[in-house]
């Protein structure tokens, strides 16, 4: 008896030890941090780099991967596509992500992270942006307008979010004065048109 229980313990044994200790400091710590609001949520208060490009990361693979199978429509160049996208976008869209010529909004300047100017063009395929504006992005202020919105108007707005880096002040201001009547007026056109899914 007395000589099993002497024998020293198997190596394999004495390294799932550590690694079980290891394991709970790393649980314990990751709950401390949590627990003693060491995070600072401010969104005057930018992220480290490594949260950052994490997050960055996170937000641009899951986007990239789920707008994968988005069929895009072929007429996305119509003029009444741009019209009607551009009315929606000055209302609902430009306070956030502003318009040419217009001067910056305070909710421009305290959102964290910050929307970007849709003026300067995306990186996004007209999929990716489908897949944003209908589902929105989590805890940054990017709303899914899929909620209200059926896929036609969305796929509108898409449509005027990739003309907008090409407009003047001039010719944005056009462009939203041809869009046709006001916001329900848009919404009940389109509603008859098709269902939103
Ligand atoms: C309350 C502010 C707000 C409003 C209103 C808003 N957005 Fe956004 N939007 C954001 C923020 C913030 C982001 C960036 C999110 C991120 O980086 O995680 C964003 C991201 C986007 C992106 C992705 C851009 C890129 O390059 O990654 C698109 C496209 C977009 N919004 C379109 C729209 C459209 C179209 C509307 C109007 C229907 C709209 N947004 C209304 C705040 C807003």
Do not use: N
């Given at each position: 008896m007395d000589s099993q229980t002497d024998r020293p313990l198997p190596r394999s044994w004495k390294i799932a030890g550590i690694a079980a200790f290891g394991i709970c400091i790393g649980v314990v710590a990751v709950w401390a941090f949590v627990a003693l609001g060491a995070y600072d949520v401010a969104a005057d208060v930018p992220h480290t780099r490594l949260v950052y490009w994490w997050m960055t990361e996170v937000r641009d693979r899951s986007v990239a991967v789920r707008a994968r199978d988005v069929q895009v429509p072929?007429?996305?160049?119509a003029p009444k596509r741009i019209s009607t996208g551009a009315g929606l976008y000055n209302e609902?869209?430009?306070?956030?992500?502003l318009a040419p010529g217009m001067k910056k909004t305070e909710i421009s300047q305290g959102l964290y992270p910050s929307a970007p100017e849709l003026s300067c063009g995306t990186d996004l395929t007209p999929g990716e942006e489908f897949w944003v504006v209908k589902h929105g992005i989590k805890?940054?202020?990017?709303?899914?307008?899929g909620k209200t919105h059926n896929d036609t108007l969305i796929w509108d707005m898409v449509a005027f979010v990739r003309k907008l880096?090409?407009?003047?002040p001039t010719q944005y201001q056009a462009v939203v004065k041809s869009a046709p009547g006001d916001h329900d007026e848009m919404m009940n056109m389109q509603n008859m048109d098709h269902g939103g899914h």
């Open positions: 072929s007429d996305l160049g609902m869209c430009s306070g956030c992500h805890m940054s202020g990017m709303a899914a307008w880096p090409t407009l003047s």
